[in-house]
């Protein structure tokens, strides 16, 4: 069993900067591939970044390529989101996810079997 906890969210103005956090418990963190999700208000859960469990490999959605930054520290047991150049669109709760079954990122939410209670992003414009 994995615990995930996030935090990090908050209120920014467009063009702002914010980085998440996500702990988990657990001695298997560093097997797992990691993923950051979120979910605006009336929307689908979305995909937003994913990361190996060696770090070595990331993937991001096309809406955030180039502004947004996954990584972790198995030492710590915590994946980062550093989240740059915010944009209203980016407003929504983001959930943390570990996938304890594949070796290989994956993009759909029902491939992750372990979720955070999610943390609130707000950028204004």
């Known amino acids: 069993q994995v615990q995930l906890v996030e935090s990090g969210g908050g209120l920014v103005q467009a063009g702002g900067s914010l980085r998440l956090s996500c702990a988990a418990s657990?001695?298997?963190?560093?097997?797992?591939?990691m993923g950051w999700f979120r979910q605006a208000p009336g929307k689908e859960r979305e995909f937003v970044a994913a990361?190996?469990?060696?770090?070595?490999?990331?993937n991001y959605a096309d809406s955030v390529k180039g502004r947004f930054t996954i990584s972790r520290d198995n030492a710590k047991n915590t994946v980062y989101l550093q989240m740059n150049s915010l944009k209203p669109e980016d407003t929504a709760v983001y959930y943390c996810?570990?996938?304890?079954?594949?070796?290989?990122?994956?993009?759909?939410?029902?491939?992750?079997?372990?979720w955070g209670q999610g943390t609130q992003v707000t950028v204004s414009s």
């Open positions: 990361i190996s469990s060696s770090g070595r490999s990331t």
């Open positions: 996810a570990a996938d304890s079954q594949h070796y290989y990122i994956l993009y759909s939410p029902d491939k992750y079997d372990y």
């Open positions: 657990g001695r298997t963190f560093s097997y797992y591939v």
